[in-house]
């Protein structure tokens, strides 16, 4: 997994609970300390898992209320980090269609070659007949941080819609696949 995720959430705990808080939550997911993590270098899967499981624990928070905090700092830290990626959707409609596309992007950075396919394919976007789905796969199973994200999305762009979880990894599909409305217009 790419450490963007792991950058944010490591940032999250550091504004939430300071240094203190970086030590408990790097213990709780058995590391001797927390990496600088980048955005260009592929990271354990399950240390990801580790540290969002712990990083609830820490802060007595559940995945629902974990995942929409992470949201809403991952939106505000991606948005000063890569504005370009906002600025040019009007809405999150517009936003999410390129979504796969920004993810292969960032792929690109990583120089081992089945790894850079592993991460640009974990998003499929498929628009038929007035329909938008995504197809999401990845051994980490975080379609609930997707859940959150969009509904933070709809949100930054003063927007309203939902997400059906169509297929789960947790219900024992071969991947996640959402079906995404959105209330209003497209572009």
């Known amino acids: ?3 963007y995720i792991q950058y944010v959430l490591v940032n999250s705990v550091r504004e939430l609970g300071g240094e203190e808080a970086l030590v408990a939550v790097a213990e709780k997911a058995g590391l001797k300390a927390l990496p600088s993590f980048r ?11 580790a540290l969002i499981k712990a990083t609830g624990e820490h802060f007595g928070l559940d995945d629902k209320a974990l995942y929409a905090l992470y949201a809403e700092r991952f939106i505000k830290a991606s948005r000063q980090q890569f504005p370009l990626f906002y600025d040019m959707a009007e809405s999150a409609y517009d936003f999410l269609r390129r979504q796969p596309r920004i993810h292969q992007t960032l792929a690109s950075s990583v120089v081992d070659h089945s790894t850079k396919k ?13 329909r938008f789905w995504v197809n999401y796969r990845s051994e980490n199973a975080l379609c609930g941080l997707y859940e959150a994200l969009f509904y933070r999305l709809l949100e930054h762009y003063g ?3 939902r997400l059906e979880h169509r297929r789960c990894v947790h219900r024992g599909d071969e991947l996640c696949q959402f079906e995404l409305f959105f209330d209003g217009k497209r572009p």
């Open 1 to 3: 997994m790419l450490g």
């Open 39 to 49: 955005i260009d270098t592929d990271y354990d899967n399950a240390q990801c898992l």
């Open 159 to 161: 927007e309203t819609g």
């Open 118 to 130: 592993a991460v640009a394919s974990k998003f499929e976007l498929i628009e038929d007949e007035g």
